[in-house]
């Protein structure tokens, strides 16, 4: 994801032919056709499925990790920023972790059935509300090759359908993993599930985007991951409903009264773990009392983690900071790069915050009860974390199974999407011959 910086799209978004709206309606339709038959599989039928797609990745890892050098070379090849070469490398720990995280989802409760709230109303009514699936959820996507995992068991465990387009630089990857998945549903599935609840939306032209984005009626919801440019696109262009997940310019707010060894490796591990990423930290906030002392420590170790500081006038003041512009502060760098400003208090710090947020996640570093409550309670994100790093911003890491994205919106789901947000819910309402 980006706010300034153009990543390799998913080719952009533009007019479809009458030829190529066909294709996509066609394989819409065979979504459709599958995912009624899904709403109905059994909880144990759909953990085979899953349990078999992670065998089946481990067992052909290879054929996997050869589609996706394929696809590094030809993005190293075309000058692709390292960060998003990053996010679209597999490896084999990264093959095994999507197998995990598989096998994760298909440990969690079905939410399919469950009873949301009910009861019995006054005049004898029984009232349930229960989760039901979406039907059919496409995907828009950029770069990730993990995300055709994760999307297809999330969606597959939720009762979804799942239309999955990726973007060219991920197309060989892609067609690997889904040919993987395919064929796991197919062995496991016995005849229950059908394999076209996963598949792969053709064409790689900007045409097949627009397709999918305007299949309402064949089409449930759609879910963009990746840079700005591309998430707007969608949200602004698609007929279909969104569910909005949005870039990620992440604050950690260093307090007065934070112990400064903690602060110092939650902003390392935060900025350096893996800055390809959006839960990553963007933005360093540091209260003035601690501008002589800890602002140089930690702007040391990231200059030593290899980091590039981005300052207002005090940070820059200090050695190797680069002066920062509004557009500095606003940025997701998704690099080893990242803005920092000294802030008077915490109300400050909320105030640039507020300014400057992208509404992901936002971090304070504090022993100050009062100063964590009232930063969890002003800033509006969709995580905030008190003493932690923002990389725990993650449905896996939450608990939650692998996630289908971070939802930054306020409609439906908020934060990491996993199996609950991934489904809608019906009344369910019986009676004994009532009538009004």
């Known amino acids: 994801m980006s706010t300034g910086h153009e990543v390799d799209g998913v080719d952009g978004v533009g007019g479809a032919d009458e030829r190529t709206v066909e294709q996509v309606h066609e394989v819409a339709r065979r979504a459709r056709a599958a995912s009624h038959p899904l ?16 065998d089946d990745l481990l067992a052909r890892a290879t054929e996997v990790l050869a589609a996706n050098a394929t696809d590094v070379a030809r993005a190293e090849a075309a000058g692709t920023p390292a960060g998003i070469v990053d996010r679209l490398r597999l490896t084999p720990e990264r093959v095994a972790g999507m197998a995990q995280g598989l096998r994760d989802v298909a440990a ?138 949005g870039v990620g310019n992440c604050h950690i707010y260093v307090d007065a009264a934070a112990d400064l060894d903690k602060a110092l490796a939650i902003v390392l591990n935060a900025k350096t773990h893996r800055p390809s990423v959006c839960n990553a930290a963007e933005s360093l906030l540091v209260h003035a009392s601690l501008a002589d002392t800890f602002l140089p420590r930690v702007v040391r170790a990231l200059q030593d983690a290899g980091v590039t500081v981005h300052g207002d006038p005090v940070v820059a003041r200090l050695d190797g900071v680069v002066p920062a512009t509004d557009e500095d502060h606003a940025a997701e760098y998704l690099s080893l790069d990242i803005s920092a400003a000294v802030v008077a208090s915490v109300e400050e710090a909320v105030d640039h915050v507020r300014r400057f947020s992208s509404g992901h996640s936002e971090a304070i570093v504090t022993e100050d009860q009062g100063a964590a409550r009232h930063f969890v309670a002003a800033v509006d994100s ?8 923002t990389r725990f911003t993650d449905g896996g890491e939450l608990g939650f199974g692998a996630e289908i994205g971070i939802s930054t919106q306020k409609l439906h789901a908020r934060g990491p999407m996993g199996l609950p947000e991934m489904t809608s819910t019906k009344y369910v309402v019986t009676g004994d011959g009532h009538v009004r």
């Not at 969709?382 to 790093?389: D, E, F, I, T």
């Open 39 to 54: 709403a109905l599989a059994t909880r144990a039928r759909k953990d085979a499925v899953l349990h078999a797609m992670a």
């Open 108 to 245: 969690l409760p079905d939410p399919v059935g469950e009873v949301v709230r009910g009861g019995t109303l006054a005049n004898g009514l029984e009232l349930r509300q229960l989760r039901v699936p979406f039907g059919v959820v496409g995907m828009i996507y950029e770069a990730r090759p993990n995300v055709t995992a994760d999307a297809a068991g999330i969606c597959l465990k939720s009762g979804n359908a799942v239309l999955l387009r990726g973007s060219s630089s991920a197309r060989a990857s892609n067609a690997a993993l889904v040919d993987v998945l395919r064929y796991a549903v197919a062995r496991a599935g016995d005849g229950e599930i059908d394999p076209d609840v996963v598949q792969q939306v053709p064409g790689e032209t900007r045409g097949s985007v627009t397709a999918l984005m305007r299949a309402r009626g064949h089409v449930d919801v759609l879910i963009p991951r990746g840079g700005a440019g591309l998430i707007a696109a969608v949200v602004e262009g698609s007929t279909v409903p969104v569910i909005e997940t």
């Open 382 to 389: 969709a995580a905030v974390l008190v003493n932690a790093s």
